[in-house]
T-cell receptor, first 115, second 110 residues
Framework: DTAVSQTPKYLVTQMGNDKSIKCEQN?????MYWYKQDSKKFLKIMFS???????INETVPNRFSPKSPDKAHLNLHINSLELGDSAVYFC??????????????FGEGSWLTVV | GQNIDQPTEMTATEGAIVQINCTYQ??????LFWYQQHAGEAPTFLSY????GLEEKGRFSSFLSRSKGYSYLLLKELQMKDSASYLC???????????FGRGTSLIVHP
């Protein structure tokens, strides 16, 4: 069974569209994340939720809105897509947000291409 | 903020040893992670260092010097499958959520 799963894996869409990426983890973790990896492979934190509550919100355009219906799910909705949004978006989870050895488990990534 | 620096690319020969360095500048250091990422795949956890010294785990070892803001990942008996990007990540402050460096692309050739 996949620990952190996200869908879709590939998404090609036009500028201006609205799209969502879904994520689910079956590890029983309390904390979930969205990371963005750009063309230069730089992996950057976007959001972090702990038990359905937002704890980290980096400098991300407000066109990006995360939603956590329960602690096993963290979806990412993107409005008015722009060319610069093209990237790989990784969902991830960890047992807790604090404490030592906070190992983060990543999903397989969603390749978003905006044309 | 944090500043994490690692070489962009390295090459090595199958069977050899390679050391990938990572330097960082941060306040309130909590710990340092190394992740491996094969092309087109998710990053996977390799190691975590919070105290100075060497942590050995099979063919992979990770070293940390907090006073120097320095870590390295040592890969022994290199195999072709070790060709991947190696990401250094540092957690600091109250969040414990790691910030990733840009990664080092390691190419292992026969």
């Amino acid at each position: 069974d996949t620990a952190v799963s996200q869908t879709p894996k590939y998404l090609v869409t036009q500028m201006g569209n609205d799209k969502s990426i879904k994520c689910e983890q079956n590890l029983g973790h309390d904390t979930m994340y969205w990371y963005k990896q750009d063309s230069k492979k730089f992996l950057k934190i976007m959001f972090s939720y702990n038990n359905k509550e937002l704890i980290i919100n980096e400098t991300v355009p407000n066109r990006f809105s995360p939603k956590s219906p329960d602690k096993a799910h963290l979806n990412l909705h993107i409005n008015s897509l722009e060319l610069g949004d093209s990237a790989v978006y990784f969902c991830a989870s960890s047992l807790i947000p604090s404490g030592t050895g906070n190992t983060i488990y990543f999903g397989e990534g969603s390749w978003l291409t905006v044309v | 903020g944090q500043n994490i620096d690692q070489p962009t690319e390295m090459t090595a020969t199958e069977g050899a040893i390679v050391q990938i360095n990572c330097t960082y500048q941060t306040s309130g250091f909590n710990g340092l992670f190394w992740y491996q990422q094969h092309a087109g795949e998710a990053p996977t956890f390799l190691s975590y260092n919070v105290l100075d010294g060497l942590e050995e785990k099979g063919r992979f070892s990770s070293f940390l010097s907090r006073s120097k803001g320095y870590s390295y990942l040592l890969l022994k008996e290199l195999q072709m499958k070790d060709s991947a990007s190696y990401l250094c990540a540092v957690s600091s402050g109250g969040s414990y959520i790691p910030t990733f460096g840009r990664g080092t692309s390691l190419i292992v050739h026969p």
